[in-house]
């Protein structure tokens, strides 16, 4: 059986999964909520399979994925995230992600996606792979949107959009304020957002954030 490690913001959710995964026969080798933790962990545990949430907080799974790839972690992350916007499955894809599972899916099918990823094959259910073929229809029309974004980029647009100031959100990622100032006003532009409201509206729309959260 594999080797796994779980990278998700709720303690409920990480110990569902861990039951689930140890019921299987599986390892679950570490945990964590926190990105830069997650990120060392990983290198010092070598996991054969990582379960990433794709919304940890203020952070972001795209974080994690973009930091396994620029260290060049062999590691195989199957993304498993409620989110079922297309632009989300074709930007793990992008940035490395092996499988994509929605969190409301059937318990048989993640342990199916464990079992293909673990073995070197990638994983699309039929509701993932829906949604890519949905994020590449919009990619041919010019319709990129969030997937140009940077995972940095995308953490700066939805904390401001969840209300951070930048003083905030500067302490949070370890930039000035300035340099937040620098990256909304650079993303508004790009999105063709005048103002916040705009910006708030455009993020819920996208399924960044949620007005109940």
Do not use: C
Not at 17 to 37: F, I, K
């Amino acid at each position: 059986m594999s080797r796994l490690y779980l990278i998700d913001d709720h303690v409920l959710v990480r110990e569902g999964l861990r039951a689930l995964l140890d019921a299987a026969g599986h390892d679950v080798v570490g945990e964590s909520a926190d990105p830069t933790r997650a990120l060392a962990e990983l290198a010092a545990l070598s996991p054969e399979v990582v379960l990433l949430d794709l919304n940890l907080g203020a952070r972001s799974g795209f974080e994690v994925l973009a930091g396994i790839a620029e260290r060049g972690l062999p590691l195989r992350v199957i993304v498993l995230t409620m989110s079922a916007q297309p632009r989300d499955v074709a930007e793990a894809m992008r940035l490395g992600a092996w499988g994509y599972v929605l969190k409301g899916s059937p318990s048989d099918e993640l342990l199916e996606a464990v079992r293909r990823v673990a073995s070197g094959q990638r994983h699309l259910g039929e509701a993932a792979s829906a949604l890519a073929m949905r994020a590449l229809a919009g990619d041919a029309h010019g319709q990129r949107g969030i997937v140009t974004m940077s995972p940095r980029e995308r953490q700066v647009i939805v904390m401001v959009a969840r209300g951070a100031s930048s003083a905030a959100i500067g302490e949070q990622l370890h930039l000035s304020p300035k340099t937040v100032d620098t990256y909304r006003s650079r993303l508004m532009a790009k999105l063709g957002l005048s103002d916040v409201p705009a910006l708030v509206r455009w993020a819920v729309r996208e399924g960044l954030i949620d007005l109940d959260e």
